[in-house]
């Protein structure tokens, strides 16, 4: 019964339309006939619909696309709420409810739930809803953990998700503890020069840039972007958007002269790779010629100022 009412929702959820109409009605139906005490010789497709693995499976891909755009949802996770309808509201709630059944009744999910927790915490960001969110992610930390230890690559990922959320709820010292977590795990697990390690750096560096301890935050991003530079190659979308990144920070710290040279790598990264009008590339371009108007202005203030020392 519990898998069918949990299978009922992750369809209309996750399929949605036609595809997740069909998968409701088909456990819908199973349910009943359960319900009635009727003896059931389900069909193959039947058998699919009851399997919740291979459903949350399905999920995985949909899961790693959406963490691409976590740290865009949680800027936008305080108003956000009110861009969905009471439907997609309904819908979570529905599937909170079919996890807490299967809590109460079961207890701790088994692993491969974990990435249907994981779906479930980004929904709920991009619902508006941080701190719903923050529990799903650590009830995955745990089942994680206790499946798989607590050195393990995925437990990482778990702890910089926790991080970012506690960020987008103003916690930044709880959010620097687990990004440092994270960043000991990958680099335990995967060795210090594993991409993994460098996107804990790059997390790392964008809290310490939330805290203006700007020199550290730099430092990570250093550090990252030797790291992309030995795995990817000097251009390569990733490296582009590290030295992106990095710029951005540099020219916040008033270091414009290292800031132009980074913008002006990402946005030769960018031209090779997208192309000259992609929005990418412009944005880099835009940046380039912002920090060399700033750079000259800075530069007639210290002229003045130089030849009336010498006079």
């Known amino acids: 019964l519990l898998n069918v009412y949990v299978c009922a929702w992750i369809g209309l959820f996750f399929f949605g339309g036609s595809c997740g109409q ?53 800027a936008e996770s305080t108003d956000s709420g009110s861009r969905h309808s ?28 974990a990435t249907s927790l994981l779906a479930m915490a980004t929904g709920h960001l991009e619902q508006g809803r941080p ?19 607590d ?33 000991w795990i990958q680099v335990v697990a995967l060795g210090p020069c594993h991409p993994r390690v460098a996107t804990c750096l790059c997390s790392l560096g964008h809290a310490y840039a939330k805290q203006d301890n700007l020199d550290q935050a730099i430092q990570q ?21 590290t030295h992106l990144d990095m710029a951005t920070i540099l020219e916040a710290a008033g270091n414009l002269e290292r800031a132009r040279q980074h913008f002006s790598k990402a946005k030769r990264i960018f031209q090779v790779y997208f192309g000259v009008r992609h929005e990418r590339t412009e ?25 009336q020392q010498i006079l």
């Open 86 to 113: 009471s439907k997609e509201s309904l819908v979570f709630d529905k599937y909170e409810e079919a996890f807490e059944f299967w809590i109460a009744s079961l207890g701790e999910p088994p692993l491969h739930l």
């Open 221 to 241: 991003y250093e550090q990252a972007l030797e790291i992309r530079l030995k795995n990817f190659g000097e251009l390569h979308e990733i490296v582009g958007d």
């Open 22 to 74: 069909t998968l409701m009605r088909q456990s819908v139906r199973i349910f009943l006939r359960l319900f009635s005490g009727e003896t059931v010789q389900l069909d193959v497709q039947e058998g699919v619909t009851l399997d919740l693995v291979q459903l949350v499976g399905d999920t995985q891909q949909k899961t790693e696309s959406a963490k691409m755009k976590q740290e865009v949802v949680l």
């Open 131 to 149: 701190e719903l969110a923050l529990k799903r992610y650590e009830q995955a930390f745990k089942i994680k953990s206790r499946s798989l230890g």
């Open 151 to 183: 050195k393990h690559p995925d437990v990482a990922e778990s702890l910089n998700n926790m991080a970012i959320v506690y960020e987008s709820m103003g916690k930044l010292d709880e959010a620097l503890t687990r990004h440092e977590q994270a960043l």
């Open 283 to 307: 944005v880099a371009a835009k940046a380039v010629e912002r920090v060399k108007k700033r750079l000259l202005a800075e530069n007639e203030r210290v002229r003045p100022a130089y030849l």
